[in-house]
């Protein structure tokens, strides 16, 4: 069975790190466009960031930009977000999606993103930011 499955998040204090993975089975995602986003309680799921399937070129929200990196390792079939100088605001529902195309649309900055805008989504990773 296709699908994504996230791992990596976690309760860290303000300032700090974590790395999220995006990993695929069933489906080699080298080649696709794979985004990254995230929902917080009573909030609408926002955009966070993407990499495109083409050349790997990254994009970010401007709420994450000079925070988060986002990055792909092919021979594990995974995508990354390292998230760095995380704040109270970062704290989430992370989830990732392809919709098994080569570019990223404009949504990796959208504070409005629908589910069925992808095709395949993870289940998702909490990820809270408090002291």
């Known amino acids: 069975q296709d699908q994504l499955v996230e791992s990596g998040g976690g309760l860290v204090q303000p300032g700090g790190s974590l790395r999220l993975s995006c990993a695929a089975s069933?489906?080699?995602?080298?080649?696709?466009?794979i985004a990254w986003f995230r929902q917080a309680p009573g909030k609408e799921r926002e955009g966070v960031s993407c990499?495109?399937?083409?050349?790997?070129?990254?994009y970010y929200a401007d709420s994450v930009k000079g925070r988060f990196t986002i990055s792909r390792d092919s021979a594990k079939n995974t995508v990354h977000l390292q998230m760095d100088s995380l704040e109270p605001e970062d704290t989430a529902v992370y989830s990732c999606?392809?919709?098994?195309?080569?570019?990223?649309?404009?949504?990796?900055?959208?504070?409005?993103?629908?589910?069925?805008?992808?095709?395949?989504w993870g289940q998702g990773t909490q990820v809270t930011v408090s002291s």
């Open positions: 999606a392809t919709d098994l195309t080569r570019v990223c649309t404009d949504s990796y900055n959208s504070r409005s993103v629908k589910r069925y805008e992808y095709d395949y």
């Open positions: 069933g489906f080699t995602l080298n080649y696709y466009a």
């Open positions: 990499i495109s399937g083409n050349d790997d070129s990254t």
